[in-house]
């Protein structure tokens, strides 16, 4: 499995709340073994898919994980959807099994029209393209509160570890709509 986070990317944010809750899983063990993790990737729409492809073109993990953050939102999302123009790519993931379970995390269908969603989207497109056995989600991390960290921890570290334990799937591809 890969993770991916971003670096803060506004002035009055001293960190990346998606950023701050995969440390807080790493400092915790929380991370399925053999997990790799890309921090502090560039909120930029040239440079962040360009990291993110070439390290799953490096790894060839059976996963990808991006995490962003996303301030108006109070649950984890987890995105159905990368988004360009008329075009959504789908993820192959089944989003109300790996919810299952969880406390503060719903699906959603749009991610939103930033870095996040061009990430996802471009991303989703090169496994498709490439025919990589890869499966991808992006998942939307609102700011974190005293009482909303655990939570999220729980939901998240829950549906890492349901990602790690279901047997690799080979994509065929996600269809372009």
């Not at 002035?11 to 502090?40: C, E, F, K, M, Y």
């Not at 995105?79 to 099994?97: F, I, K, M, N, W």
């Amino acid at each position: 499995m890969l993770i991916t986070t971003f670096a803060p990317w506004r002035a009055h944010q001293p960190s990346n709340a998606a950023d701050d809750l995969i440390g807080h899983l790493q400092r915790q063990r929380q991370i399925p073994s053999g997990t790799a993790v890309l921090r502090h990737i560039p909120v930029s729409f040239e440079l962040a898919p360009i990291r993110v492809i070439a390290k799953v073109a490096e790894l060839r993990p059976s996963v990808v994980v991006c995490c962003g953050m996303a301030e108006g939102r109070t649950h984890l999302n987890l995105e159905r959807y990368g988004r360009q123009e008329d075009r959504a790519v789908p993820t192959s993931l089944p989003l109300e099994a790996l919810m299952a379970d969880t406390h503060l995390t719903v699906i959603s269908d749009c991610a939103g029209t930033y870095v996040c969603n061009h990430l996802y989207y471009r991303l989703l497109g090169a496994i498709a393209k490439h025919r990589w056995p890869t499966e991808a989600l992006f998942v939307h991390i609102p700011p974190l509160t005293p009482a909303t960290r655990p939570i999220f921890a729980h939901d998240l570290a829950h549906i890492l570890k349901r990602l790690a334990d279901r047997p690799a799937v080979l994509s065929a591809g996600a269809a372009i709509r």
